[in-house]
């Protein structure tokens, strides 16, 4: 069946590296969402595209995330430069035109 | 402004006991409600959803939920709790218009053999 996929599953990287996540979303799901979920501030928006089109990022610190989606198959997101507050387990989710979100696997991140 | 309140962080109940994990909801309009489970090292998995018609909607894994507007209440419930329903669960509401979903802090379910 179909599903949401996430590239890397994991991801060490040393502060100040550039770190990219991508996401794979279900096809005709046409509302991409970034989240990243923490033990102390949970399950986080980031920003979130409609139609390829970029609707919402006021959840994500704008000075080093950004997030794309340069085709419908692929949406990014991007830390430069990576810093150890940024780790975390990053999620890619994408809905149907009844907002159900599906979730793909996630990407857990370690900034050393 | 739209909110999600899942009173219980933690609840632990032994296996084969029933479950009600508690989600409470603001929202102006109808809403449209989820269910989601995650197990450790997984992602979200969608349990079930309501949108309208009939008020008690069921889901995968034995799960059913109860939407009461007059409560603003969406309840989780299962008859009788297997070991591997321990993982954490998520309450979100929906407006269909923004596509965004609010949810709830969570509510990590323990289960006792």
């Known amino acids: 069946d179909a599903r949401v996929t996430q590239t890397p599953r994991h991801k060490v990287t040393e502060m100040g590296q550039e770190v990219t996540m991508r996401c794979q979303p279900i096809l005709g799901h046409n509302t991409v969402f970034w989240y990243r979920q923490t033990m102390m501030q949970g399950l986080e928006l980031l920003a979130y595209?409609?139609?390829?089109?970029?609707?919402?990022d006021s959840g994500m610190p704008k000075d080093r995330f950004s997030a794309e989606m340069p085709d419908a198959t692929l949406a990014t997101l991007k830390i430069q430069p990576s810093e150890p507050r940024d780790s975390a387990v990053y999620f890619c989710?994408?809905?149907?035109?009844?907002?159900?979100?599906?979730f793909g696997p996630g990407t857990r991140l370690t900034v050393l | 402004a739209q909110s999600v309140t899942q009173p219980d962080i933690h609840i632990t109940v032994s296996e084969g006991a029933s479950l009600e994990l508690r989600c409470n909801y603001s929202y102006g309009a109808t809403p449209y409600l989820f269910w989601y489970v995650q197990s450790p090292g997984q992602g979200l998995q969608l349990l079930l959803k309501?949108?309208?018609?009939?008020?008690l909607v069921q889901g995968i894994k034995g799960f059913e939920a109860e939407f009461k507007r007059s409560q603003s209440s969406f309840n989780l419930r299962k008859p009788s709790v297997h070991w591997s329903d321990a993982a954490e669960y998520f309450c979100?509401?929906?407006?269909?218009?923004?596509?965004?979903?609010?949810f709830g802090q969570g509510t990590t379910l323990q289960v006792k053999p």
């Open positions: 989710a994408a809905s149907d035109t009844t907002d159900t979100q599906y």
């Open positions: 979100a509401v929906g407006s269909g218009n923004t596509g965004k979903l609010i």
């Open positions: 309501y949108f309208s018609g009939d008020t």
């Open positions: 595209f409609r139609n390829r089109a970029p609707l919402d």
